[in-house]
């Protein structure tokens, strides 16, 4: 009697190929988290304590990309990439719609962090004598980190999630190599399942990372 193979064997015959996914899903979120936040960071700085004219382009880039599905951009990307003479190719334009994404998150998180402080502590700065930069450094962004910290990695849970949108441009990422798998076993439920399990494990990765940050930072 024909017996079908057990999920294990599959899973160790797909082993390479799940491998790859991750690795693929792990770097591009990392890429557009680490890009995208600095450039929130810019971002929201320039829309805290930059002038009217510094602000506007700042500002219709926030508006514009948060007010964009994420699935546009990535698709966005990678049409427009190679008009404009990008050779960016699809992981190129994927990671860099998700930047976009997540640079637009973060720079509103910094700007109300920032906005949330006293306004007076940027003054006894100065009275002290210390720089705008050192100010920045030294008195308000450690005041702010507490605040963003937790907001950022909601974000960065998001952009991983995200990520799965990049299989629609033909990234084998950890979405695609699952449906791939799935196509040639049809054990839907059983692949998607621990599919999701190593998006836990990423996202938990995230979690864990931004609990030992708010920890350095927590106030004695």
């Avoid at 960071?41 to 510094?54: I, K, N, Q, S």
């Avoid at 930069?133 to 507490?146: H, I, K, T």
């Amino acid at each position: 009697m024909y017996q079908s193979p057990s999920w294990l064997h599959e899973l160790w015959v797909a082993r390479e190929t799940l491998w790859q996914g991750f690795l693929t899903t792990v770097q591009a979120s990392a890429l557009a988290i680490v890009l995208g936040t600095l450039i929130g960071v810019v971002t929201g700085l320039v829309l805290t304590y930059g002038t009217f004219w510094m602000r506007a382009p700042f500002r219709f880039y926030v508006d514009v990309i948060r007010g964009t599905p994420v699935f546009v951009l990535v698709l966005a990307c990678f049409y427009m990439a190679p008009v404009l003479g990008w050779q960016l190719g699809a992981f190129g334009a994927g990671v860099l719609g998700l930047t976009l994404f997540c640079g637009s998150h973060v720079a509103e998180i910094v700007r109300g962090a920032l906005q949330a402080l006293p306004s007076g502590q940027m003054e006894a700065g100065k009275a002290i004598g210390l720089t705008f930069y050192q100010s920045l450094g030294y008195v308000l962004l450690p005041q702010a980190l507490r605040q963003i910290l937790p907001t950022w990695v909601n974000s960065s849970t998001e952009i991983v999630k995200a990520s799965t949108l990049l299989s629609v441009i033909g990234v084998a990422e950890l979405l695609l190599s699952s449906q791939q798998v799935i196509a040639r076993t049809f054990m839907t439920l059983e692949f998607y399942l621990f599919a999701g399990f190593l998006f836990f494990i990423i996202n938990y990765a995230i979690e864990l990372l931004g609990r030992q940050i708010e920890k350095r930072v927590a106030l004695p």
